[in-house]
Nanobody, 128 residues
Framework: QVQLVESGGGLVQPGGSLRLSCAASRLTLKYYNIGWFRQAPGKEREGVACGSSSDGLDDGWIYYADSVKGRFSISRDSAKNMVYLQMNSLRPEDTAVYYC?????????????????WGQGTQVTVSS
């Protein structure tokens, strides 16, 4: 069973930065599309940043939601089975539970229903 464990969330002031990490186990990460999603209270879960598998068979695409473009960056270290989300210039509206997810479906887009395996989530709160 694939396992994903997020870490790095917390309380940060507006304009600050956080780096979320996701440790993946029982899979070979380079064969999976990766994604970070978030869910704020009373709102649906949304895709924040996603990326294609990294085994060289795809074009290597990366997607960012418009609300985070230029501020967030998704990356992976396939050798370590780790996925990261660097978040800069954080805003109060970025407050949410952030989830790491992966899927072996190379055709999946950056929407929750396209991902098969999920972490438990980590809280990010942006407030002064």
């Amino acid at each position: 069973q694939v396992q994903l464990v997020e870490s790095g969330g917390g309380l940060v002031q507006p304009g600050g930065s956080l780096r979320l990490s996701c440790a993946a186990s029982r899979l070979t990460l380079k064969y999976y599309n990766i994604g970070w999603f978030r869910q704020a209270p009373g709102k649906e879960r949304e895709g924040v940043a996603c990326g294609s598998s990294s085994d060289g068979l795809d074009d290597g695409w990366i997607y960012y939601a418009d609300s985070v473009k230029g501020r967030f960056s998704i990356s992976r270290d396939s050798a370590k089975n780790m996925v990261y989300l660097q978040m800069n210039s954080l805003r109060p509206e970025d407050t949410a539970v952030y989830y790491c997810a992966v899927t072996p479906d190379r055709q999946s887009m950056c929407v929750p229903r396209g991902y098969d395996y999920w972490g438990q989530g980590t809280q990010v709160t942006v407030s002064s």
